[in-house]
């Protein structure tokens, strides 16, 4: 095993992370040390490879770390690779790595792992079927390999008879065979499958010797990672469980790495690394492509929370002089910083306060037409501030497609005065809407050339943004088709503010730079479907006047379908959430990864009173801060902060008639479209709110229950 130290590659599966994690904190001090020995130089005379009896793969090994603890360690014939497997009291490890298999994949020339004892054991059971044709009986065993899966799966695969069979069988396969097949269950060509699961354009020769190679497989990289140095290694092994800093899915990793002619969009359901994508895109653009001293990467989002959350997790993947590159603020933050280091003096405001500006204008409103006052709000948000409209005369053209109240010109002239009442009144007190915020931001913008220092823009949340933010953005970096210059990632379902956008008319083209993630990594797929259920026969936009729909989405996790109780009083419904908490408690979960979230600030409140008088420590978390997971406690949050994080344990309270959806959210509207887009909007808060559980969810209810229940 005499290598030269430079020419060595070591590199960690994810499946150590997951057992060193499992290790008692006293004991992994002795594992880390023996780790960073062996990143150093596997090859040392000091570390004694064993050879494990009736062990079915020749190139395992153990390594001794102490009296009780053992690594496993794969060290092929051929070549400077040692790949770090598992780690365990010694009988444990041996038995893990006794059936343990591991190989190149002959035509993905991926590095995969069989488990020849469940193997066996799973083709027992499928195996009983029969003559019956089975689910993937139209595909020729050629086309099973090129999938992925590996040959001694094939008679297995032959003997799955419907998608239960398949899910059973998630655990045994490759994940990347899994995700194929599962695919092509769900109705996918074959070629199509090849296309999603980024097949084409594989080498025709695979050399099943070649680990190095293998190493740079997508497909080997979401569950292999090639430790460089000494700091990497330990903040990887100060995380284990974070995985997402360090293992990404070949699907995500394609579109990090891409090599953009333009602006990119990234859609996907809750739970599919759409952030992660983003983050780990800010990473590779300021490491490797914009790496000047004055190149700058914008990263923005619609909220100070999710900024905040970005901000703490970039820290946690970017060494810091990559993250001195990166600039994480939410948008109208960067708004405000600019337009003051502009010498504007508005004050930015929001709906909460311009209600004395709508008052007074309100007074002048034509009492003939006898329109509500939500009507006016909307005609100004939906209508005037969307189109820029500035002039009765502009207001006589505009269109007002979609709303439910038709106005001619001479009504329209009748209420033009309120308009511009609001607006004056608004200029009396020195405010702006944000929206003209932002208008006028891009406006000094223009008119002062390219005097930012930003090479691209990073958008997460997108759906969340409107029109004239985009095109804000745009004017940021005002080439068109400039490479890699701005990344968008959303998903419609999840839009839970009311802005609606079309990119193209922003001046930001995404034609043939789109992309899906489809694999949930977060929640259970029984949490999964429940959330979908939510917006089912709904119709989804794709942020560029196209509609999204959920076809592929899949979680690959399993666990318990969401249990959904209601409660005589919200005395009763506490109670119950109480004993639920405690036995939680009880089965050991830590509090502080439980969270319960309701739609109201005020009822949340009350929720938190009552949790504390029942002994439970508790922590709000807040609008503008990152939630530091450090700090002990039940989590509380409203459904709009929950946005962008995920738990272990998910209590969704209050789900009562008029809280979801919010009745005064949809009442005082005569425009049947803004009443069905306000409920789908409440509907989506639900969505996003069950989504955030990485396990398991509860969802109560006090006297009449949400109709969406």
């Given at each position: 095993?005499?290598?030269?130290?430079?020419?060595?590659?070591?590199?960690?599966?994810?499946?150590?992370?997951?057992?060193?994690?499992?290790?008692?904190?006293?004991?992994?001090?002795?594992?880390?040390?023996?780790?960073?020995?062996?990143?150093?130089?596997?090859?040392?005379?000091?570390?004694?490879?064993?050879?494990?009896?009736?062990?079915?793969?020749?190139?395992?090994?153990?390594?001794?770390?102490?009296?009780?603890?053992?690594?496993?360690?794969?060290?092929?014939?051929?070549?400077?690779?040692?790949?770090?497997?598992?780690?365990?009291?010694?009988?444990?490890?041996?038995?893990?790595?006794?059936?343990?298999?591991?190989?190149?994949?002959?035509?993905?020339?991926s590095l995969q792992v069989v488990d020849i004892q469940q193997v066996a054991a799973?083709?027992?059971?499928?195996?009983?079927?029969?003559?019956?044709?089975?689910?993937?009986?139209?595909?020729?065993?050629?086309?099973?390999?090129?999938?992925?899966?590996?040959?001694?799966?094939?008679?297995?695969?032959?003997?799955?008879?419907?998608?239960?069979?398949?899910?059973?069988?998630e655990a045994v396969l490759p994940q990347e065979a899994y995700e194929a097949l599962f695919l092509y269950a769900a109705g996918y060509s074959f070629e199509d499958v090849l296309r999603e699961v980024e097949k084409h354009g594989v080498e025709k020769e695979v050399d099943t010797g070649d680990f190095v190679k293998a190493l740079e497989n997508p497909d080997t990289m979401r569950r292999f990672h090639v430790v460089e140095d000494a700091l990497e290694l330990a903040e990887i092994l100060n995380a284990p469980l974070e995985q997402w800093r360090v293992f990404l899915h070949p699907s995500q990793r394609k579109?990090?790495?891409?090599?953009?002619?333009?602006?990119?969009?990234?859609?996907?359901?809750?739970?599919?690394?759409?952030?992660?994508?983003?983050?780990?895109?800010?990473?590779?653009?300021?490491?490797?492509?914009?790496?000047?001293?004055?190149?700058?990467?914008?990263?923005t989002t619609f909220t100070r929370n999710l900024a905040a959350d970005i901000r703490e997790n970039l820290r946690k993947i970017c060494p810091v002089d990559v993250l001195k590159r990166i600039e994480v603020v939410n948008l109208d933050a960067w708004v405000t910083q600019f337009l003051k280091k502009n010498g504007?003096?508005?004050?930015?405001?929001?709906?909460?306060?311009?209600?004395?500006?709508?008052?007074?204008?309100?007074?002048?409103?034509?009492?003939?037409?006898?329109?509500?006052?939500?009507?006016?709000?909307?005609?100004?948000?939906?209508?005037?501030?969307?189109?820029?409209?500035?002039?009765?005369?502009?207001?006589?053209?505009?269109?007002?497609?979609?709303?439910?109240?038709?106005?001619?010109?001479?009504?329209r002239k009748a209420i033009w005065p309120v308009f511009e009442e609001y607006r004056a009144q608004l200029n009396e007190k020195g405010y702006k809407e944000a929206i003209d915020a932002i208008r006028d931001a891009r406006v000094i913008l223009q008119s002062k050339g390219s005097v930012l220092p930003y090479k691209a823009v990073i958008v997460d949340e997108g759906q969340d943004m409107g029109a004239e933010a985009f095109k804000l953005i745009r004017q940021m970096i005002p080439t068109d088709?400039?490479?890699?210059?701005?990344?968008?990632?959303?998903?419609?379902?999840?839009?839970?503010?009311?802005?609606?956008?079309?990119?193209?008319?922003?001046?930001?083209?995404?034609?043939g730079r789109s992309h899906k993630l489809k694999i949930n990594y977060r929640t259970t797929d029984e949490t999964r479907k429940w959330a979908v259920k939510l917006l089912e026969g709904r119709k989804i936009d794709d942020l560029d006047?196209?509609?999204?729909?959920?076809?592929?989405?899949?979680?690959?996790?399993?666990?318990?379908?969401?249990?959904?109780?209601?409660?005589?009083?919200?005395?009763?419904?506490?109670?119950?959430?109480?004993?639920?908490?405690?036995q939680l408690e009880s089965e050991g979960v830590p509090i502080n990864s439980v969270c319960l979230v309701c739609r109201i600030h005020g009822l949340l409140a009350q929720y938190e009173a009552a949790l504390q008088s029942a002994g439970f420590t508790t922590y709000l978390i807040k609008r503008s801060a990152a939630e530091n997971r450090s700090t002990p406690g039940l989590r509380l949050a409203t459904m709009h902060r929950?946005?962008?994080?995920?738990?272990?344990?998910?209590?969704?309270?209050?789900?009562?008639?008029?809280?979801?959806?919010?009745?005064?959210?949809?009442?005082?509207?005569?425009?049947?479209?803004?009443?069905?887009?306000?409920?789908?909007?409440?509907?989506?808060?639900?969505?996003?709110?069950?989504?955030?559980?990485k396990k398991n969810v509860l969802v109560t209810s006090f006297g009449k229950k949400s109709r969406f229940l």
């Open positions: 095993m005499q290598q030269g130290i430079n020419d060595i590659k070591v590199a960690i599966s994810s499946d150590f992370l997951k057992a060193f994690s499992l290790i008692p904190h006293k004991q992994q001090s002795k594992v880390r040390e023996f780790v960073e020995k062996f990143r150093m130089n596997p090859a040392a005379a000091a570390i004694n490879y064993e050879k494990i009896q009736q062990c079915k793969d020749p190139n395992l090994r153990s390594v001794r770390i102490d009296n009780t603890y053992r690594g496993i360690v794969l060290k092929p014939e051929i070549g400077n690779v040692f790949l770090l497997l598992w780690v365990d009291h010694h009988d444990k490890a041996y038995q893990w790595a006794e059936n343990k298999v591991f190989s190149i994949h002959p035509e993905t020339g799973r083709h027992s059971i499928v195996g009983a079927a029969g003559e019956e044709r089975g689910l993937f009986h139209d595909l020729k065993d050629k086309h099973l390999l090129q999938l992925g899966v590996p040959d001694a799966f094939v008679p297995l695969v032959r003997g799955i008879m419907n998608e239960d069979d398949l899910d059973q069988n579109i990090v790495e891409k090599n953009a002619k333009g602006p990119v969009r990234v859609l996907g359901g809750a739970g599919t690394g759409k952030t992660v994508c983003a983050m780990h895109r800010a990473k590779h653009l300021a490491q490797n492509v914009f790496k000047a001293e004055g190149d700058r990467i914008l990263f504007y003096e508005h004050t930015i405001v929001y709906e909460d306060d311009t209600r004395d500006c709508w008052t007074n204008a309100l007074n002048v409103a034509p009492k003939s037409l006898d329109l509500p006052e939500a009507f006016y709000r909307d005609e100004w948000e939906q209508i005037i501030q969307t189109q820029g409209i500035s002039s009765g005369d502009d207001y006589m053209k505009a269109s007002r497609l979609g709303r439910g109240r038709k106005l001619n010109r001479v009504e088709g400039s490479t890699n210059d701005i990344f968008i990632v959303g998903d419609g379902h999840q839009r839970i503010y009311r802005h609606k956008v079309v990119l193209g008319q922003c001046g930001i083209n995404i034609k006047a196209g509609v999204d729909d959920q076809k592929g989405y899949k979680a690959l996790l399993h666990g318990s379908p969401p249990q959904v109780v209601n409660l005589p009083s919200m005395a009763e419904e506490t109670d119950f959430i109480v004993k639920h908490l405690k929950v946005k962008g994080l995920e738990f272990d344990h998910l209590v969704i309270a209050g789900v009562n008639e008029g809280i979801v959806p919010l009745q005064m959210v949809l009442e005082g509207q005569d425009n049947p479209l803004a009443v069905e887009q306000n409920e789908l909007r409440e509907r989506a808060l639900l969505y996003v709110s069950a989504t955030r559980a």
